[in-house]
């Protein structure tokens, strides 16, 4: 690119300008320093007599140049708060046994949150890694009041509060207009080890009803950033999601977890969450008042090669835009209130009882509804009414959850022995037949197939064999099988807890890092997937040998379908793989034990002692039989043609 003699001169005299202008009409403002975290509450509150002289200095120099072109540019675009824009950012701490927060002057806002312990009390929370469970941080978050004033918009989050109090539990954040017009942020953190997680965040509106515009909306903006807390990123954007409950409704709503999506509001909110895999931000509606109809809902999804990479810090961005229901009064008061802390379903339930009878909701808050139980009505029950307190109550007696999943299979194999008995009964008469059915097939081979059809049929109606009957009772054990499917990974109890050689039960296990990625199936290979997909192979062969007809034709379908679940289990929860394992050996003593039990021999003659006694059709088989004699003319006028 060439640039000409007086261009050249041009931009050099512009930047020697803008520094001479910067320099001796610009007075520079202390800049705010947000790396500076306090971490001690006696750190955070002690400030040097010079700090307080400077600060002096400053209101005293604002105060007293009103009309100097730096200060009219201010309060141009800021109003009366301008006086706030100029400051020194402070942090201060709050702490329970439950969570540490960080909340920032600049903004007033929580600057940060560490979760310390789970709900089982003195078991320390860490990251995969073993660093501070931190759900967010300044860097990463926003949450600001866009408020509008007369031909501005003032935020929140560009201005410096004034510490009000600072007590043990409680923080009082001020943006003073006057004596009689103020903004001011109260947090309140629990002590009460049964509300640890909670932090109520009380807003108070005073004497702006003069200032903001009419017609126009205090909108709250929250966005965040859900850091990569768990060893598996991909494992954890599955389950990363905005949740929502509509006030006016009831309804629990939420955005896709597979892609971006961008979604408004039609209703105010009762509670809206930031959940991760594990864990859960939610804000808390406590008043009737609070959150007017409208507002954004944004979920963003990174890449998969940006989730795939070790150096990935980040998993989604979420964000929320919407009216905080301020109605103009002189004096108004805003409640809400945080849940900082983990995904674990009781711990959920008992939270969301805590504010649900501030106002009439429709089945209190739900929280706990935000875990992912189930893809239907009938597993999720299952999850919500057995698995979970079974597994609760044998979590009492037993710290090993290896244990505790083994104990599990156990109960839900012997629960189901009865259904697992009728299909192998089933199973078994089929075999005993097997040999007439065949004979059959043979003596229509590529003649008449619907003839075929017909004269199994009738065997089976003479012998009084339902060829349904092994099917039947697994199509009732497969809301189990889907309901363990959901149950363990989403299972809190699981995360980082280890077992044999698998590290978290709540992830993948690996006993091979491959040093590359084999796609569809990953980049490390995993013991407990392998397990599962052997023995479901054995199982499969097992069984195909009692298959007849078309069944028999599929075998290769049967075969194929554990080779493909291998590549879909490899990044999986460990728990759950060993539980499908456990399953498939359980059921294979079963049916050793059915096979003792069920003789042959005896199982024949009773058949043949059916096909001797007088079967009265049923309609249905009458009209079935009437269907199968139409498809049979038709089929030969078709062969006339």
């Given amino acids: 690119m060439k640039y000409d003699k007086n261009s050249l001169i041009g931009f050099v005299l512009i930047f020697f300008v803008l520094i001479i202008f910067n320099t001796y009409f610009f007075p520079k403002p202390e800049m705010s320093n947000s790396q500076n975290v306090i971490n001690d509450k006696e750190i955070a509150t002690k400030e040097t007599d010079d700090s307080n002289k400077r600060k002096d200095d400053k209101k005293t120099l604002l105060d007293s140049e009103l009309d100097s072109s730096i200060n009219q540019e201010l309060k141009y675009k800021y109003g009366e708060f301008a006086k706030h824009t100029i400051g020194k950012e402070k942090i201060v701490a709050l702490e329970n046994e439950k969570i540490k927060l960080l909340l920032s002057s600049q903004g007033g806002r929580i600057s940060s949150v560490i979760v310390k312990e789970g709900y089982i009390p003195g078991k320390t929370l860490k990251t995969y890694d073993q660093k501070e469970l931190k759900l967010f941080d300044k860097d990463s978050s926003i949450f600001n009041l866009e408020i509008p ?15 009000k109090e600072y007590e043990e539990n409680r923080v009082g954040m001020i943006l003073q207009v006057d004596q009689n017009s103020y903004i001011e942020f109260l947090y309140t953190l629990s002590l009460d080890a049964n509300k640890g997680y909670l932090i109520d965040y009380d807003i108070k509106l005073e004497g702006l009803d003069y200032l903001v515009s009419r017609g126009k909306r205090i909108n709250l903006q929250w966005q965040m950033k859900t850091p990569k807390t768990e060893k598996s990123a991909i494992n954890q954007n599955r389950d990363t999601q905005i949740f929502y409950k509509e006030k006016e409704t009831g309804d629990l709503e939420k955005l896709s977890n597979v892609k971006s999506k961008n979604e408004d509001l039609q209703y105010g909110l009762s509670w809206i969450a930031f959940k991760q895999q594990f ?4 804000l808390i509606n406590k008043n009737q008042n609070n959150f007017g109809k409208g507002g954004r809902l ?8 940006y989730l795939k990479d070790t150096t990935t810090n980040y998993i989604k961005n979420f964000s929320l835009e919407c009216d905080l229901g301020y109605n103009y009064q002189k004096n108004q008061e ?4 945080f849940y900082f802390g983990p995904n674990h379903y009781n711990t959920l339930k008992e939270y969301s009882l805590i504010h649900s009878d501030n106002y009439q909701l429709k089945n209190d808050h739900d929280f706990e509804d935000i875990i992912p139980l189930g893809y239907i009505w009938f597993d999720t029950l299952v999850n919500k009414y057995i698995v979970i307190d079974l597994f609760n109550f044998l979590s009492k007696y037993i710290s090993n959850y290896g244990l505790i999943i083994l104990l599990l299979t156990l109960i839900i194999k012997l629960v189901l022995s009865p259904l697992s008995y009728k299909a192998y009964l089933s199973q078994a008469k089929m075999k005993v037949l097997k040999p007439e059915i065949d004979q059959i097939t043979e003596k229509y081979k590529n003649k008449d197939p619907m003839k075929a059809q017909q004269e199994t049929m009738s065997l089976y109606r003479k012998a009084g064999v339902n060829p349904m009957g092994g099917c039947l009772p697994m199509l009732f054990q497969f809301p189990i099988l889907i309901a363990m499917f959901r149950f363990f990974p989403a299972s809190f109890e699981l995360r980082q807890e280890s077992f044999l050689w698998a590290d978290d039960l709540s992830s ?3 006993i091979l890092e491959l040093g590359f990625s084999i796609p569809f199936y990953g980049d490390h290979v995993s013991l407990f997937t392998l397990l599962m997909t052997i023995s479901t192979i054995l199982y499969t062969r097992v069984n195909t040998q009692m298959a007849t007809g078309q069944m028999a034709q599929m075998k290769w379908i049967m075969y194929l379908m554990p080779i493909l679940f291998l590549g879909f289990f490899n990044n999986y929860a460990s728990g759950l793989t060993y539980y499908y394992f456990l399953a498939n050996m359980i059921t294979y003593g079963q049916q050793f034990v059915m096979k003792r039990m069920i003789d042959e021999k005896a199982l024949l003659a009773e058949i043949e002692a059916n096909k001797k006694k007088p079967k009265k059709k049923s309609k249905f088989q009458k009209k079935l039989e009437e269907l199968q004699k139409k498809q049979e003319q038709q089929m030969k006028q078709r062969k006339k043609k």
Avoid: C, H, K, Q
């Fill in 149 to 163: 004033l007369e031909g501005r918009l003032i935020n929140t989050s560009e201005l410096f509060f004034d510490i």
């Fill in 279 to 282: 864990f859960s931000s939610i």
């Fill in 298 to 305: 944004s979920s963003i999804n990174f890449t998969d090669d």
């Fill in 334 to 337: 805003l409640n809400f209130a």
């Fill in 508 to 510: 993948y296990d690996s």
